[in-house]
């Protein structure tokens, strides 16, 4: 499945920005989907992921309760809505998909390109 990022941009702290990321070349609905980020000097960190049907949902501490993530399956697309933005949350943000949930870790079998996300003080 190839994956394309989408949605970033220049933000001032507490806007908000919607991420997408499309999928194709495979069975969207059979994959769970994750959100990941990397801010420059730093590792690459889990944001959240979602279930192959949407019912299931897992966010990082750090964004829960300010993020959401989504998909719809019908358009093979998977969202994150980002709220209450911080100079933090800078980073270029990945889109993956893996056959398997796996909460946490950077091990997701298919990548997007990543878009940047810059949220200024």
């Known amino acids: 499945v190839q994956l394309q990022a989408s949605g970033g941009g220049l933000v001032q702290a507490g806007g908000s920005l919607r991420l997408s990321c499309a999928a194709s070349?495979?069975?969207?609905?059979?994959?769970?989907m994750s959100w990941f980020r990397q801010a420059p000097g730093k590792e690459r960190e889990f944001v959240a992921a979602?279930?192959?049907?949407?019912?299931?949902?897992y966010y990082s501490d750090s964004v829960k309760g300010r993020f959401t993530i989504s998909r719809d399956n019908a358009k093979n697309t998977v969202y994150l809505q980002m709220n209450s933005l911080k100079p933090e949350d800078t980073a270029v943000y990945y889109c993956?998909?893996?056959?398997?949930?796996?909460?946490?870790?950077?091990?997701?079998?298919?990548w997007g390109q990543g878009t940047l996300v810059t949220v200024s003080s």
């Open positions: 979602i279930n192959w049907s949407g019912f299931n949902t």
């Open positions: 993956a998909a893996d056959s398997n949930l796996r909460v946490g870790v950077p091990l997701w079998d298919n």
């Open positions: 070349g495979g069975t969207f609905s059979s994959y769970a």
